[in-house]
């Protein structure tokens, strides 16, 4: 099995809290998400890393059209998900890794949002990645939220996001986190962003979006 971070207990429970006071325009990016992938002819979504939901409740909201098949590794993530999304019939929730999806459904989109950075960058990261691209279709678009950049960009953009989060978060709160963010987890440049896209058989990705430490970025499956 790939190594995953798993959300559980407490982490799992104030998730939506967290990125809520954390991520600076968090939910205007989702809301934008149907938007941008409305041009799909494929109404096939898969949401890789679905966590408690959010993205998929933008899509919903926006359009009955969409076919959408949510997975994650956290066994809370999903209960939550599936509390939230249990009325919808076009939503379909599952327990597990994006590897572990038969490669003969093929979906029109697909978006992988604030789960990279989380994973090691020794395969990990490349394989998940590639486990994405042989289930959309040539040309299908995948969208990605992360925490990009350089360590001379991150430390430089931590001083943004401190100045921008909510007066509610305690000094030792921002302190620790912010610690953790520049020290224990695994984001990447946008140089070697691209490379494992490119690898995993996308095309090069653009930046569209950015709010201090995160990034957003569009890319397609490229043509076999």
């Known amino acids: 099995m790939e190594n995953v971070e798993i959300f559980e207990d407490k982490r799992a429970t104030n998730y939506n809290e967290f990125v809520e006071a954390w991520i600076p325009n968090y939910h205007y990016f989702l809301s934008k998400l149907p938007q941008i992938l409305s041009q799909t002819t494929n109404k096939k979504l898969l949401v890789a890393g679905c966590g408690t939901g959010n993205e998929i409740a933008y899509f919903i909201e926006n359009s009955k059209q ?117 020290n224990k987890l695994k984001s990447v440049s946008e140089e070697r962003l691209r490379e494992l896209l490119i690898k995993a058989g996308f095309e090069a990705p653009l930046r569209f979006f950015q709010t201090s430490i995160y990034m957003g970025w569009i890319t397609t499956k490229r043509t076999n």
């Open 66 to 182: 969409w076919e959408i098949l949510g997975v994650d590794p956290s066994p809370e993530m999903i209960a939550q998900a599936r509390k939230k999304l249990q009325e919808y019939k076009n939503v379909t929730l599952i327990e597990g890794l994006v590897s572990d999806l038969s490669s003969s459904q093929k979906f029109g989109a697909a978006t992988l949002l604030l789960v990279l950075h989380f994973m090691e960058d020794d395969g990990t990261k490349l394989n998940l990645l590639k486990s994405i691209a042989e289930r959309l279709e040539n040309n299908a678009p995948l969208v990605l939220l992360d925490i990009t950049g350089t360590k001379k960009q991150l430390k430089e953009n931590l001083q943004i996001l401190r100045q921008l989060l909510p007066k509610t978060i305690t000094e030792e709160e921002i302190n620790n986190r912010l610690y953790r963010i520049e």
